[in-house]
Structure formats: C-alpha cells, structure tokens
C-alpha cells in the first residue's frame, strides 16, 4: 500500500504560484501512475493532471495546460504540482492520488490510493 500526503497549499493573490507538494511512502510508488485532482465546494472532484510512472508522459485539463506542470522524483517519493498564473477558479481542495496499474486516467474512479487533501484559496 501507499500513503500519500499533500502539502503546500495556501492563500495567494491571482496571477501568484503555488507549488503542491505530495509525499508517498511505500516501496513500490515509483511504478504508480499519480494524478492530482481538485474539488470545490458543493462540486464534483475533477482531474487536473497526471503523470506516468517513469515521469515520460503527462496529462493536463484544458483550463491549467501552459500554468500548472506535473512532475515527481522517485528517488524521494514525491510527486509536485507547480501552479503559475492562478485564478480564482483554481480555488479547490487538492488531491493527490495513485494507480498502481500506471494508468493515465481522468477518473478518479482510476485511482486507489488518496491523500487527505490541501486547499488552494484564489484571491482576485
């Protein structure tokens, strides 16, 4: 099993960055897919990114591609979201979330293991 936690989350101004943080622990993270997702209130958790086990392929959402890149180092077990240019809309709760089938899923569905999650607050 993984464990994942979030960090990094936090108030900032519109047109600010963030960088998310997700720690995994368990030996075998580094053949997980990882995705993050986020939630708003009273809102369906959506996709925001993913990235594939060896870091070679990633996936965005239309509304962060050119503002938010995925990454992670399996050395360290982690997985970061780097988030540029943010917009109130980006307000949400996010997650961090594995696969251990390495699939590159939108879904959440696609995913077994979740962090406990970190909110992002947008001022404009």
């Known amino acids: 099993q993984v464990q994942l936690v979030e960090s990094g989350g936090g108030l900032v101004q519109a047109g600010g960055s963030l960088r998310l943080s997700c720690a995994a622990s368990?030996?075998?993270?580094?053949?997980?897919?990882m995705g993050w997702f986020r939630q708003a209130p009273g809102k369906e958790r959506k996709f925001v990114a993913a990235i594939s086990w060896s870091g070679g392929n990633t996936y965005y959402v239309d509304s962060v591609k050119g503002r938010f890149t995925i990454s992670r180092d399996n050395a360290k077990n982690t997985v970061d979201l780097q988030m540029n240019s943010l917009k109130p809309e980006d307000t949400a709760v996010y997650y961090c979330?594995?696969?251990?089938?390495?699939?590159?899923?939108?879904?959440?569905?696609?995913?077994?293991?979740w962090g406990q999650g970190t909110q992002v607050t947008v001022s404009s």
């Open positions: 979330a594995g696969d251990p089938y390495g699939r590159l899923s939108t879904n959440p569905s696609g995913y077994y293991y």
């Open positions: 368990g030996r075998t993270f580094s053949s997980y897919a």
